[in-house]
């Protein structure tokens, strides 16, 4: 299993981080050993002083696919879930200063957090509203057609370069509002009104 996540996919939040917007889906991978699963707690890792939240829709791969056509990329996916992309700002930075790959920033033990998964079978995916609130507050809220790339497109970009195995997973990027998570933080996911995940940050 494999977790694919898309970078700078919503341009509010290619503003706030004062990136560029590219021409092709950026991608990263995290290994198995980063997800978080069934609301357990997150432990900020000790490497970083500033790791941030990015709530993001995640799809689950459940058929064998390369190359996939965007106009079949639908047949690939059947559920949806919300996740977050923890990311040790500070060392991104430091990273990207340097011009090196993002893994340790990206990629740390339970960086991805998934939430349980629900059927697309009645859901507007083009058209998705999603939130994530801290200690009760709204800090980040997006909705799938601000998508620069949508998740057929994804599907389509990414096969190209990765054989997608069923049970992998894809982020697919963050809404701004983006911001740094401290000790005694609740974290509370939903998709349209329906509380995805519910955990604490130690
Ligand atoms: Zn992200």
Redesign the pocket.
């Known amino acids: 299993m494999k977790i694919i996540?898309?970078?700078r996919n919503y341009s509010e939040h290619i503003k706030e981080l004062n990136n560029e917007t590219p021409d092709e889906p950026v991608i990263f991978i995290k290994p198995d050993s980063a997800l978080l699963r069934n609301n357990a707690p997150f432990f900020i890792p000790d490497f970083s002083t500033e790791v941030h939240f990015?709530v993001?829709l995640v799809i689950k791969i459940n058929k064998l696919g390369k190359h996939i056509p965007v106009e079949f990329a639908k047949d690939y996916y059947s559920e949806i879930a919300l996740g977050i992309?923890f990311?040790a700002r500070d060392v991104q930075n430091n990273l990207k200063l340097k011009g090196l790959p993002w893994e340790k920033a990206?990629g740390f033990d339970h960086s991805a957090v998934i939430s349980k998964f629900i059927s697309i079978e009645n859901l507007e995916l083009n058209h998705l509203n999603f939130s994530l609130t801290r200690n009760g507050n709204l800090v980040q809220e997006g909705n799938s057609r601000q998508m620069i790339y949508n998740i057929d497109e994804i599907i389509a970009h990414v096969s190209q370069y990765f054989t997608l195995k069923i049970g992998d997973y894809i982020?697919t990027?963050?809404p701004s509002g983006v911001g740094k998570v401290n000790p005694d933080d609740h974290l509370i996911g939903k998709i349209e009104n329906q509380t995805m995940f519910d955990f604490r940050v130690k």
């Open positions: 996540c898309i970078g990015e993001e992309d990311t990206k982020f990027g963050t």
